[in-house]
């Protein structure tokens, strides 16, 4: 069996080096291709094009920036559209909104293919490590066949029930996430306003109920103002900005989110976008 995976970012190429190292066929491309010679090096095929990936490939995964891109690999010329047909599967695992991706699911079934959006929560390192928590949403047929596959990407998955649902709850998981950073750079540079050393700082924390994975592993490097792209920072800005769309959509307010995603986009008009979503705090504290 032939799988395909389209968009070797920093996920992508993490989570197809997975796939390839188990052993699989796997068939990988990159808008800019020079990005899938160290898939080709570690033994995958390289691809001339999202259609030719999803004509060859029985299953097609996607790891893309935004819903434009995600859009555009898949309805685009020379798109994933175009080599779909019965037998064939979709799994876009970006972060996008969800009627982008309902109207994603609904032209790759229009064209007798399944679909399933599985967008991932975790970072590189999960990545690479093939820890990602995986929420899916859409076919349950396609989720069942292709989980010992998802398996070795990620060490948890859920199915959430009918397509839009994996992309809402990976929106409100980085909401979250937002907010929990932007409180924490301001939390670090308050405490240096009133010479309170950081790492006192993260050492209550991490003793308390506040404590947590990402301020154990952000802290240290954003005192050191080391921000090496994870998570690029416009994902962050674009997760917020959808977040607070579909706040809005249901007429909720996200007060806190609305504020994250202003210093978010602040930071990328600053020129931020391509560092970590840590390197907000050079917006907050500099
Ligand atoms: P990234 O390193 O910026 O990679 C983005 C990928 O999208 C690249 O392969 C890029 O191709 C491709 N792309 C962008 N615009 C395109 C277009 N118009 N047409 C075709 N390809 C296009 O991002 P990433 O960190 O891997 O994140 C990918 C997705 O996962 C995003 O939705 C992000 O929000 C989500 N995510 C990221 C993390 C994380 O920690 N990094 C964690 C969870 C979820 P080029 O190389 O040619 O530019």
């Not at 094009?49 to 060859?56: G, H, L, R």
Request: proline share 5%.
């Amino acid at each position: 069996m032939r799988y395909g995976f389209l968009g070797m970012g920093i996920m992508g190429s993490a989570m197809a080096t997975n796939l390839v190292k188990a052993g699989l066929d796997v068939t990988v491309w990159n808008r800019d291709g020079a990005k899938c010679d160290p898939l080709v090096q570690q033994g995958a095929r390289q691809g001339r094009s999202p259609a030719e990936v999803a004509e060859n490939c029985s299953v097609t995964f996607a790891m893309l920036s935004d819903p434009a891109a995600a859009e555009s690999v898949c309805i685009g010329p020379d798109g994933v559209l175009e080599g779909m047909g019965p037998g064939k599967s979709y799994i876009d695992m970006s972060t996008i909104d969800p009627q982008t991706s309902c109207d994603l699911a609904e032209a790759v079934t229009e064209q007798g293919g399944r679909h399933l959006e599985a967008p991932v929560s975790g970072t590189k390192k999960p990545a690479e490590d093939g820890t990602l928590i995986i929420l899916t949403a859409g076919d349950r047929t396609l989720y069942d066949e292709v989980g010992p596959v998802l398996d070795l990407m990620g060490k948890k998955r859920l199915f959430l029930g009918e397509t839009g649902q994996a992309a809402r709850m990976k929106l409100v998981v980085n909401m979250i996430m937002g907010g929990m950073m932007t409180a924490f750079s301001e939390g670090l540079t308050l405490a240096d306003a009133c010479h309170l050393k950081a790492e006192d700082l993260l050492d209550v924390l991490a003793a308390g109920a506040l404590g947590n994975p990402m301020f154990a592993v952000k802290g240290p490097l954003m005192t050191r103002r080391e921000f090496a792209p994870a998570f690029p920072l416009k994902h962050m800005e674009k997760d917020l900005r959808l977040a607070v769309e579909l706040g809005g959509d249901h007429a909720k307010l996200m007060a806190t989110a609305e504020a994250a995603q202003g210093l978010f986009r602040l930071a990328l008009e600053r020129g931020l976008g391509d560092e970590d979503f840590s390197a907000i705090h050079k917006t907050i504290a500099d």
